[in-house]
């Protein structure tokens, strides 16, 4: 063999395929690419899980949100109807009244649309304020009744003195009930307000309630000496003869 062919087989050994080094690296080769091969199906495999867990996540959001949406938009219709019979009535809704249904009201538009974790904690605390519009549909049925309730008051006091029954004690405090209800419909009441009339109410049953002799005081305390219909309202008509 010529000296320039055994230099090109030596130069061939050296090459992958050749030689035991040139085999060497092309096994090496053949392991990187397997290990790269299996770094590549892990991660898609990893990515597949978090599709999966993110799916699911997302589901899971979407039916509480549904479930959430539908208590918190029954909760603002129901409340709404009471608000609509209480501007019949010649009343206003009061502020912060006003805002708890506002809140809610936007928490329903909200979870519609949920789709994080994020977003139902949110709406977790919407949730938590469900005591305040309660409060608030306790406060409008109240007001809605007002009107009702001292128009009984003025009777049953009208009654009383007809009977000659000394209600001088009685009749400023029924005079100034009269002047709070004008002004809670002259403007728009605060929540505070409101509970004063019904305070003042309650004073003025307190004080009627001992004019109504051979009735037990513990059943006619406070504002119930002028609840009507029904139950202790027709008793104390019926007693007192009207």
């Known amino acids: 063999m010529m000296q320039g062919e055994r230099m090109n087989a030596n130069q061939k050994m ?18 990187s690419m ?7 199906a892990n991660e898609q495999d990893q990515n597949n899980n ?6 699911r996540e997302e589901a899971m959001v979407k039916k509480q949100a549904a479930q959430m949406a539908r208590m918190f938009n029954q909760a603002v219709n129901q409340i ?31 979870a519609k649309s949920a789709t994080t974790m994020d977003d ?3 709406l977790q605390d919407a949730a938590h304020s469900m005591e305040d519009l309660n409060d608030c549909r306790q406060l409008i049925d109240h007001l809605i009744g007002a009107p009702k309730l001292l128009k009984n008051a003025t009777n049953t006091i009208k009654n009383l003195k007809r009977r000659k029954v ?11 009930l009269t002047s709070q209800l004008s002004r809670l419909k002259s403007g728009i009441p605060s929540n505070d307000d409101i509970e004063a009339f019904f305070d003042a109410m309650d004073t003025l049953g307190d ?28 008793s104390i008509m019926n007693w007192l003869g009207f």
């Open 14 to 31: 050296g090459q992958p395929g050749f030689g035991s080094q040139g085999q060497g690296n092309f096994n090496q080769n053949r392991q």
């Open 34 to 40: 397997g290990q790269n091969g299996l770094d590549v």
């Open 50 to 55: 978090e599709a999966e867990q993110q799916k």
């Open 80 to 110: 709404n109807k009471r608000v609509a019979t209480l501007k019949k009535r010649g009343f206003s809704l009061t502020q912060e009244c006003s805002d708890t249904i506002t809140v809610f009201a936007d928490a329903t538009v909200k």
């Open 120 to 122: 139902l904690d949110d």
């Open 166 to 176: 000394d209600v001088s004690e009685a009749e400023p405090l029924l005079q100034n």
């Open 207 to 234: 004080v009627v309630a001992p004019l109504m002799e051979n009735k037990s005081r513990r059943d006619i305390q406070g504002a119930s000496v002028f609840q009507s219909g029904g139950g202790l309202w027709d």
